[in-house]
């Protein structure tokens, strides 16, 4: 059983999720990906969305460009949390996506990522899953901790080119 869907509508949108798919493949997470249009396979999609939520599912990621309805409409087909990551497509280069996921009706919530921040997404989906299993936690915990340790390995490199003139 997936606890997280991954769900993008069309292949185009494969290289950007494929940072989220890192992060859950990281934290050890199940997810299945799917590819379904808001549009030019709503049944499909709704289909699969209750699907989904009918065999456990827990969380799904929806990832959309230009007029960006696939997280809503996956929101509104189900009870699940969902995170929409506005993906930059088209003239308005993301805008126009992040404001269709940002701006939902009351009522049917979707929490949204910045254009293009899918890593986030799978990030902010690990950290909900967490809050009721406490060794995904001590991994979150541990992830944050090595982001420290990295950053400051990276001052500290800088610091020493500074100290020697570079």
Do not use: C
Request: aromatic content about 4%; overall charge negative.
């Amino acid at each position: 059983m997936s606890q997280i869907g991954v769900i993008m509508g069309s292949d185009s949108d494969i290289k950007i999720m494929e940072e989220a798919m890192k992060i859950l493949r990281e934290f050890e997470l199940d997810f299945e990906v799917k590819i379904s249009s808001a549009h030019r396979t709503l049944e499909r999609t709704v289909d699969w969305v209750k699907a989904f939520e009918a065999q456990g599912g827990r969380l799904i990621i929806a990832a959309a460009g230009l007029a960006a309805h696939l997280p809503g409409v996956v929101a509104g087909a189900t009870i699940l949390p969902v995170i929409g990551v506005p993906l930059s497509s088209g003239a308005l280069e993301g805008i126009d996506a992040l404001y269709s996921i940002v701006q939902m009706p009351p009522g049917i919530p979707v929490a949204t990522v910045g254009i293009g921040a899918a890593r986030n997404a799978a990030l902010l989906a690990v950290q909900i899953i967490a809050i009721q299993d406490s060794a995904l936690s001590i991994k979150v915990k541990n992830y944050r901790l090595q982001m420290l340790k990295d950053i400051e390995a990276k001052d500290e490199a800088l610091q020493l080119r500074l100290s020697k003139g570079i």
